[in-house]
């Protein structure tokens, strides 16, 4: 192929943790450990042992997606010989359970790109199925002798499901009924809850019960 594709979640980096590894100086390596762990660009000086690390790194996959995420995506499509290629498209699709979506920002072709040049393109999508997600990324062109080239990649990801809800009902003797409702993180990283509320039918009135004034306090 003339052409070279590349794929990448577009996230926030995370810190990179350096694994010290040390000894004493009685020790046969004496300070060449200790020395390394000084002379290492990623770690804290004064602090090489604490695992703390001051270089960022960008994702190596495309990790864990939660659902109502919004997956971003940066797509690249390199021209990697000394020829110049003719009518690039791009396609990007996602395949769900359910249904195929087009993500691609443009359908129209690019008329050529020259050696070393590339086609650059950013996709958003919010998440909105669990399950297995495949981004099925198809290029095409035409090279300087005519002949029409085509291939694609998948890249598949899970996404999880954040959140899981429980509820309990109490019924009282009068026509109130009590409505416990339990919210359960069950990713593997904290979360911040902004708002969480009940949304009554219309035949019923609702009041929340999760502060309670008393005495006008």
Do not use: W
């Amino acid at each position: 192929y003339f052409l070279i594709f590349a794929v990448m979640r577009l996230t926030k980096p995370t810190l990179f943790t350096n694994i010290p590894v040390t000894c004493e100086e009685r020790d046969l390596p004496g300070i060449l450990f200790n020395q390394l762990m000084k002379d290492d660009p990623s770690t804290v000086k004064g602090a090489e042992t604490l695992m703390l690390g001051e270089m960022l790194t960008l994702p190596q996959n495309f990790g864990n997606i939660f659902l109502g995420e919004t997956f971003s995506s940066y797509i690249s499509v390199h021209n990697d010989s000394n020829q110049v290629v003719k009518d690039i498209l791009v396609k990007a699709d996602l395949q769900t359970s359910s249904q195929r979506l087009n993500l691609s920002a443009s359908s129209a072709a690019v008329a050529e790109l020259k050696p070393d040049c590339c086609i650059d393109d950013v996709i958003h999508h919010e998440v909105k199925e669990i399950g297995t997600h495949i981004l099925v990324c198809a290029v095409s062109y035409t090279t300087q002798t005519g002949e029409k080239m085509y291939f694609r990649k998948f890249f598949k990801f899970q996404v999880l499901k954040p959140l899981d809800v429980k509820t309990k009902f109490y019924n009282a003797e009068t026509d109130e009924v009590f409505l416990e409702a339990q919210i359960q993180n069950i990713t593997t990283s904290p979360m911040f809850m902004e708002k969480v509320s009940l949304e009554p039918s219309m035949m019923y009135n609702v009041a929340e019960l999760n502060t309670v004034d008393t005495a006008g306090e």
